[in-house]
């Protein structure tokens, strides 16, 4: 099966950045989808962005766009997600996802069926 495992996380001033990072093992990820959310305390777990592995084309929602960054090293088996501006709004658990074919790529969570453990991001004031 295959296994995504996220590192990076941690405490960051707001105005700063962080760069998460999801290593994929195991069975090989026939999956062009590699997607990252987060969960605040009490909140749903949320899609902020995704990339198609194949094209290396990613797609984000309005509230990261143009402050997140997702991209991808296929050498590394690894997809990163560079946040920068951080606010204490951006403090929450993040995940990276994939899916099983042939469910398509976007940042609902029911279109995933493959998780990491998530890393935790808070940003102070």
């Known amino acids: 099966q295959v296994r995504l495992v996220e590192s990076g996380g941690g405490s960051v001033q707001a105005g700063g950045s962080l760069r998460l990072s999801c290593v994929t093992s195991?069975?090989?990820?026939?999956?062009?989808?590699m997607a990252w959310f987060r969960q605040a305390p009490g909140a749903e777990r949320e899609g902020i962005g995704y990339?198609?592995?194949?094209?290396?084309?990613?797609t984000y929602v309005n509230s990261v766009k143009g402050r997140f960054t997702i991209s991808q090293d296929n050498a590394k088996k690894t997809v990163y997600l560079e946040m920068t501006n951080l606010t204490p709004e951006d403090t929450a658990m993040y995940f990276c996802?994939?899916?099983?074919?042939?469910?398509?790529?976007?940042?609902?969570?029911?279109?995933?069926?493959?998780w990491g453990q998530g890393t935790q991001v808070t940003v102070f004031s």
């Open positions: 996802a994939t899916n099983t074919p042939p469910l398509g790529c976007g940042t609902h969570r029911s279109q995933y069926d493959i």
């Open positions: 195991g069975t090989p990820n026939t999956s062009p989808c």
């Open positions: 990339i198609r592995t194949t094209t290396r084309r990613s």
